[in-house]
Nanobody, 123 residues
Framework: VQLQASGGGLVQAGGSLRLSCAVSGRTVSGYHMGWFRQAPGKEREFVATISWGSSTYYADSVKGRFTISRANAKNTVYLQMDSLKPEDTAVYYC??????????????????WGKGTQVTVSS
């Protein structure tokens, strides 16, 4: 399974970005999908998960601002990020696993990772 994240960039505080994670090698419907992020000098942290059945889980820091979704027909998962803050600046990684997880500890059990995409939010 290969994951390719895209959509990062530079945006002003209060702005929006939509990240995409294209899955190849297997159908995305067979996996629980997630997003993590890592800021310079910090540990990788959980952002959001979407299950096979499209149940969603979010970190408290992004709840109400970010929305994870999946388009199985396009083999793609999205992360819509609104009301961005400078503290959202990080490299964002998509993840796939056949076991549902969420929270920072899930990162130790994820089977597949994509290369990151940089998100920079200016104040």
């Amino acid at each position: 399974v290969q994951l390719q994240a895209s959509g990062g960039g530079l945006v002003q505080a209060g702005g929006s970005l939509r990240l995409s994670c294209a899955v190849s090698g297997r159908t995305v419907s067979g996996y629980h999908m997630g997003w993590f992020r890592q800021a310079p000098g910090k540990e990788r942290e959980f952002v959001a998960t979407i299950s096979w059945g499209s149940s969603t889980y979010y970190a408290d820091s992004v709840k109400g601002r970010f929305t994870i979704s999946r388009a199985n027909a396009k083999n793609t998962v999205y992360l819509q990020m609104d009301s961005l803050k400078p503290e959202d600046t990080a490299v964002y990684y998509c993840a796939a696993d056949d076991r549902l997880g969420y929270g920072n500890s899930w990162s130790t059990r994820v089977d597949y990772w994509g290369k990151g995409t940089q998100v920079t939010v200016s104040s």
